[in-house]
């Protein structure tokens, strides 16, 4: 139902605004017989069993959370008329597994009192306390110019911030980690750039801030402080972002492309004031909506949950095409574990937080998920876009302090392609994986390719996935080379495939192993005599092939 205009003349936020700033999925409104524009006054948990019977206790204007109440369970209409009676705004159930019975929903839309559901996964506790939190910071701000961002919105308050001061603005939290950035209109300086691939201020100039007395400035004033241009990067204006005594971080300008302006500083600390719900809220609760999100996000690719409603909790368009990306990070020192770490290392994951920076910040409506070593970055496509990965991607090869391997699927026309073009993605990404794991570690560099440019490698990829279950349960001379190299430490196989993979040019095939050509010979002789793998026999050839990859994938 279509929000109506709230009643404004007490000064409370509506149901509409404080329902706006909570984490999405957290609360859904399922009957709204005065639409969502009636004033809140408070959020409290509601025990039904201390209801009086002469109605006289009072609710008005207040979102009840009954708790313990199911939306399916009889008592649920009591509950309701109840909370009628009292004048209460909304109250809130819990949504169970077959939702609100047909009755209750008659109920509710005969009623004055707003009907919620609970979603499942969230907990009374933290409902109220975004619920509260919200309340509490949805009064005007005396026009600083960022009303009606959603809480705890950071990166459109970087944005919003940024077109204020007319600088370029970086929020940061107390240990000089980069909470959020808003989008560059030029090309940013060192330190700018050093700060947003890193996510962090380089620790050296964090030590050179904190000599100089900067910091310490910072941090016990409530004014803004200025760090003037120098020969090596240009002005910047900082001020801290206090909620009472405590530090929540801070706000940060720099010139972008022109000097600051005089007002600047004058922005940037009202800005500041404006700020501390934000930052407030992303203390609090930030981490777990983007646990929530990234739930969500997973849901749309894997295809499981109803599709609308995990689109709105992960931010994504319902009706628009997007492409998936995929990336693995590593570090160097990972690739030449067997296996690998599943994790991607410490550089390997801060590797795929630069990059999920720098998703964010690529194109709006970018909404990403990570899952151990890998980032899955969902991109809304232009009208008529085939490729709207293909900038993105192309920086992973520029990311510091890691090897990326990234894959662009298909872009998919709806939800319901998603799955597909995620699978593909990863797809993508095991060929590059494997075409790396047939160099030394020292020769593997990033790397970045779409589905269309690697079909052939895919094809193998999927024939080889259907072979490996019936291949493990036969023998023959190609096993028995692969079990007397894993027993022994010989490289008959990876001579062999050498010399398969150099089409039988003995010369070339030595040279990618390193060794004389007359060394390759006696090791193919040898494979012939030992195991009967004679490579002048068509068959053999094509299972030594096929079990010879096979045998790379467990190595």
């Known amino acids: 139902m279509a929000a109506r205009e709230p009643d404004r003349r007490d000064g409370r936020p509506s149901l509409e605004q404080i329902l706006r700033l909570i984490a999405p999925g957290m609360l859904d409104v399922v009957v709204a017989p005065r639409g969502t524009g009636v004033p809140v006054a408070d959020a409290v948990l509601h025990d ?168 310490q400035a910072l941090w016990n004033t409530d004014g803004v402080v200025r760090l003037p241009a120098d020969d090596r990067y240009a002005e910047r204006l900082a001020v801290a972002v206090r909620h009472g005594s405590e530090s929540l971080g801070s706000l940060w300008a720099a010139a972008d492309g022109r ?122 496509a232009e009208d008529g876009e085939t490729d709207p990965a293909r900038a993105l991607a192309a920086t992973a090869r520029s990311v510091p302090r890691g090897v990326v391997f990234a894959g662009v699927g298909p872009v998919a026309a709806d939800l319901s392609g998603l799955p597909a073009s995620r699978e593909a993605a990863e797809l993508v990404v095991r060929v590059l994986r494997e075409r790396a794991a047939r160099r030394p570690a020292a020769d593997v560099v990033s790397a970045v390719a779409a589905f269309g440019e690697v079909v052939p490698e895919v094809s193998a990829l999927r024939v080889l996935d259907l072979i490996a279950p019936l291949w493990q349960s036969l023998s023959g001379p190609v096993h028995a080379m692969v079990e007397h190299d894993r027993a022994h430490g010989s490289e008959y196989g990876a001579s062999v495939g050498a010399y398969l993979d150099a089409f039988g040019d003995t010369g070339t095939a030595a040279q990618r192993l390193n060794v004389h050509p007359n060394t390759l010979r006696y090791r193919l002789r040898r494979a012939r005599e030992l195991f009967g793998v004679d490579l002048a026999d068509p068959t053999l050839r094509l299972l030594a092939d096929v079990g010879l990859r096979l045998a790379r994938r467990t190595e």
């Open 48 to 215: 039904p069993g201390e209801e009086r019977d002469d109605g006289t206790w009072a609710a008005s204007g207040l979102i009840l959370l009954a708790v313990g109440v199911d939306a399916a369970a009889p008592e649920a209409i009591d509950v309701l008329r109840g909370a009628e009676r009292a004048g209460a705004a909304a109250v809130v159930l819990r949504r169970g597994a077959r939702g609100p019975r047909a009755a209750l929903l008659e109920a509710a839309a005969s009623g004055r009192t707003a009907l919620l559901t609970r979603r499942p996964g969230q907990g009374w506790t933290e409902v109220l306390g975004q619920l509260r939190t919200a309340l509490a910071h949805s009064a005007p701000t005396g026009g600083t110019g960022v009303e009606g961002l959603r809480l705890g919105d950071l990166p459109e308050l970087a944005n919003t911030v940024a077109a204020l001061v007319g600088g370029a603005i970086t929020i940061e939290d107390p240990q000089s980690r980069v909470l959020a950035y808003s989008r560059m209109d030029h090309e940013p300086d060192p330190m700018r750039r050093l700060t947003i691939l890193g996510q962090e201020v380089p620790r050296w100039r964090v030590d050179e801030l904190r000599e100089s007395g900067f910091f």
């Open 259 to 380: 000097p600051l302006a005089e007002d600047a500083a004058a922005a940037l600390h009202t800005a500041a004031r404006a700020a501390v719900p934000h930052l407030a809220h992303h203390q609090t609760w930030g981490r777990a909506a983007a646990r929530a999100r990234e739930s969500a996000v997973h849901a749309l690719l894997d295809g499981s949950g109803p599709a609308a409603r995990v689109a709105h909790d992960a931010g994504v368009a319902p009706d628009r095409p997007y492409t998936v990306l995929v990336a693995e990070a590593y570090d160097s020192r990972d690739l030449t574990a067997v296996p690998a770490p599943a994790t991607g290392g410490a550089a390997g994951q801060r590797t795929l937080d630069v990059l999920a920076l720098q998703a964010e910040a690529y194109r709006p409506g970018c909404v990403t998920a990570r899952s151990g070593r890998r980032l899955y970055v969902l991109i809304p």
